[in-house]
């Protein structure tokens, strides 16, 4: 193929692709925190698959043990049947990750992806409680299937469904309105007989807004909503699709706050190596499903059960998790400079861990920064209702050469950005 060659997706492929319209390039190759085009060019990817691929890509290990599975005929599809490649991530998952937290759930295989655990999420609240309404947050995102759009903020998007979107109230999430506590808010709502809102099954939200535009929810006022949940019985869904498995420092991104959520929905990363898989994961108590009462063809994800226990080998100790966390605050000292340096740019540092970005309040800068920062050789995007921050995801598996030569890109890309804002202003 040669460069030409991207006109075969846009006369083949429909209008709905998104990123290859960013990253204008046919990509050929990939391995650690690079990926190479089909003319050579490599990058850097602080991408990371929108948060799918938190180890990098093609790991050692984790392509070794697929690689000998495959070569070993084992099984690859078994819709919900028992296979050894499921109950060894099983018992890996709960030695490795549920029991040191002592967390203590049930673990259901809803389908491949992120919107099919939240969508399960959504039935299971509604069955067990017998309640239809759900609580959501401004500026949240949870999937793009009907069930998953009603919860999520993005105008743009609900209007993809073409149908209203209902038995939903959407309550402001933390800092919504500055200086306001919007838990007040929500209380008043629910204590207030007068306020029109049904008492809902279910609370769900994300701790940091990957979508939304890196929007962190603080340790109190998460450790509040789980209370308030508690106090009238609504069911409290973790959504850590993108900002679990390690993204924000720990491996559920609930951890410091230390709640303890009814239901929790991963997906991306937990398959490790980049294939489609995804939890929800039940409080025991809370598992009422008959028998293929939610169900999916391709939830038997065996490659991606093989993958996903080499994975966890990260986890087996702390030293993953703390050179992480140093990663991140030099990261996230990197970007603070960078807005003290940059005024013009009128920045904001967001989120936590591996999972931050600049919120600018300037119209327009951060998708330019992103298209600049392609130019040069680095892979990023940006999150918000605008658009409005640039958004960094490395590999948390980045090493330290990789992360400095990605972050010299992005101080040349904000340079050439706040140069052009200049000549334009003078």
Same mark, same amino acid.
């Given at each position: 193929?040669?460069?030409?060659?991207?006109?075969?997706?846009?006369?083949?492929?429909?209008?709905?692709?998104?990123?290859?319209?960013?990253?204008?390039?046919?990509?050929?190759?990939?391995?650690?925190?690079?990926?190479?085009?089909?003319?050579?060019?490599?990058?850097?990817?602080?991408?990371?698959?929108?948060?799918?691929?938190?180890?990098?890509?093609?790991?050692?290990?984790?392509?070794?043990?697929?690689?000998?599975?495959?070569?070993?005929?084992?099984?690859?599809?078994?819709?919900?049947?028992?296979?050894?490649?499921?109950?060894?991530?099983?018992?890996?998952?709960?030695?490795?990750?549920?029991?040191?937290?002592?967390?203590?759930?049930?673990?259901?295989?809803?389908?491949?992806?992120?919107?099919?655990?939240?969508?399960?999420?959504?039935?299971?609240?509604?069955?067990?409680?017998?309640?239809?309404?759900?609580?959501?947050?401004?500026?949240?995102?949870?999937?793009?299937?009907?069930?998953?759009?009603?919860?999520?903020?993005?105008?743009?998007?609900?209007? @993809?469904? =073409?149908? +209203? $979107?209902?038995?939903?109230?959407?309550? *402001?999430?933390? &800092?919504?309105? !500055?200086?306001?506590?919007?838990?007040?808010?929500?209380?008043?709502?629910?204590?207030?007989?007068?306020?029109?809102?049904?008492?809902?099954?279910?609370?769900?939200?994300?701790?940091?807004?990957?979508?939304?535009?890196?929007?962190?929810?603080?340790?109190?006022?998460?450790?509040?909503?789980?209370?308030?949940?508690?106090?009238?019985?609504?069911?409290?869904?973790?959504?850590?699709?993108?900002?679990?498995?390690?993204?924000?420092?720990?491996?559920?991104?609930?951890?410091?706050?230390?709640?303890?959520?009814?239901?929790?929905?991963?997906?991306?990363?937990?398959? @490790?190596? =980049?294939? +489609? $898989?995804?939890?929800?994961?039940?409080? *025991?108590?809370? &598992?009422?499903? !008959?028998?293929?009462?939610?169900?999916?063809?391709?939830?038997?994800?065996?490659?991606?059960?093989?993958?996903?226990?080499?994975?966890?080998?990260?986890?087996?100790?702390?030293?993953?998790?703390?050179?992480?966390?140093?990663?991140?605050?030099?990261?996230?000292?990197?970007?603070?400079?960078?807005?003290?340096?940059?005024?013009?740019?009128?920045?904001?540092?967001?989120?936590?861990?591996?999972?931050?970005?600049?919120?600018?309040?300037?119209?327009?800068?951060?998708?330019?920064?992103?298209?600049?920062?392609?130019?040069?050789?680095?892979?990023?995007?940006?999150? @918000?209702?605008?658009?409005?921050?640039?958004?960094?995801?490395?590999?948390?598996?980045? &090493?330290?050469?990789?992360?400095?030569?990605?972050?010299?890109?992005?101080?040349?890309?904000?340079?050439?950005?706040?140069?052009?804002?200049?000549?334009?202003?003078?």
């Amino acid at each position: 193929m040669s460069q030409t060659d991207m006109e075969v997706f846009q006369e083949l492929e429909s209008e709905v692709r998104s990123y290859c319209r960013s990253f204008p390039a046919v990509f050929t190759k990939a391995k650690g925190y690079k990926v190479w085009d089909i003319e050579g060019n490599e990058y850097i990817d602080f991408f990371s698959g929108a948060g799918a691929l938190n180890y990098g890509h093609n790991d050692e290990e984790m392509k070794q043990a697929l690689v000998d599975y495959i070569l070993n005929d084992g099984i690859t599809h078994s819709l919900d049947m028992a296979t050894d490649a499921k109950g060894t991530f099983l018992r890996k998952f709960h030695e490795v990750i549920l029991q040191p937290r002592a967390l203590n759930y049930k673990v259901m295989f809803p389908g491949p992806t992120g919107t099919n655990t939240v969508e399960s999420a959504l039935k299971l609240a509604r069955k067990v409680t017998g309640r239809t309404d759900i609580m959501s947050f401004t500026n949240g995102f949870h999937g793009m299937t009907i069930g998953s759009l009603s919860v999520t903020g993005n105008l743009a998007k609900r209007k @993809g469904a =073409g149908i +209203p $979107l209902t038995n939903v109230v959407t309550m *402001p999430y933390d &800092d919504y309105v !500055s200086e306001v506590d919007t838990l007040d808010y929500v209380e008043r709502f629910l204590c207030d007989r007068g306020s029109g809102m049904e008492l809902p099954a279910a609370a769900i939200v994300e701790t940091v807004q990957g979508e939304g535009g890196i929007n962190v929810a603080r340790t109190e006022w998460l450790q509040r909503l789980a209370s308030i949940c508690k106090e009238h019985e609504i069911l409290l869904i973790i959504d850590d699709v993108q900002a679990g498995v390690g993204r924000t420092g720990t491996f559920f991104s609930f951890e410091e706050a230390k709640i303890v959520p009814d239901i929790v929905c991963l997906s991306k990363s937990i398959g @490790g190596y =980049g294939l +489609p $898989l995804a939890l929800t994961l039940i409080r *025991p108590d809370l &598992d009422v499903w !008959s028998p293929g009462e939610h169900n999916g063809t391709f939830r038997g994800n065996n490659h991606a059960f093989v993958t996903a226990t080499a994975a966890l080998t990260y986890w087996e100790n702390e030293e993953f998790m703390s050179t992480v966390k140093e990663k991140a605050t030099h990261i996230e000292n990197f970007l603070k400079k960078l807005v003290v340096h940059y005024p013009t740019i009128e920045g904001e540092v967001r989120g936590r861990g591996f999972m931050v970005g600049i919120r600018s309040n300037v119209a327009g800068l951060s998708s330019r920064v992103a298209a600049a920062a392609f130019k040069r050789g680095l892979i990023m995007e940006t999150s @918000g209702a605008e658009d409005e921050v640039f958004k960094l995801f490395p590999p948390l598996t980045i &090493d330290e050469e990789g992360l400095e030569k990605g972050l010299a890109l992005l101080e040349e890309s904000v340079q050439e950005v706040t140069k052009e804002k200049e000549m334009i202003v003078n």
